[in-house]
């Protein structure tokens, strides 16, 4: 049981990051939280775009081919007014989708700083 749970983390990760590279997200990074106690999730994936129509885009992108790959659809979704910070909640697996401002000033690359980072280039 917990090889399959860990199976379909590692396609909904796999899913989110190709849609983020597909639709030229910036800066895509995943953080594996599972070392650190208290962590709110398993992983946190994020990624950046300059502005509010690309935001969308990105976070359309993910939940659709998520949920044509595997079936799932996101717990929670916020954030789309604005679309300045988007926020797709999977339980395991967070997707932070926001402005390059909104990241910088957040800084929750900093924040989880004891995560294992991993970076994929830009395409």
Request: aromatic share 8%; net charge negative.
């Amino acid at each position: 049981m917990v090889e399959k749970q860990e199976s379909r983390v590692q396609q909904l990760i796999q899913e989110v990051i190709s849609a983020m590279q597909a639709k030229k997200g910036q800066r895509v990074v995943l953080l594996d939280l599972r070392g650190i106690e208290k962590a709110v999730c398993d992983y946190f994936i994020i990624c950046s775009a300059d502005t509010p129509p690309h935001i969308r885009a990105l976070a359309d992108e993910a939940e659709d081919r998520v949920a044509s790959a595997t079936g799932e659809w996101p717990w929670r979704s916020s954030g789309r007014e604005g679309a300045l910070w988007i926020v797709i909640d999977y339980i395991d697996v967070v997707v932070h989708v926001m402005t390059n401002e909104t990241r910088e000033f957040y800084g929750l690359e900093d924040l989880w700083a004891d995560a294992v980072r991993t970076e994929f280039a830009d395409e």
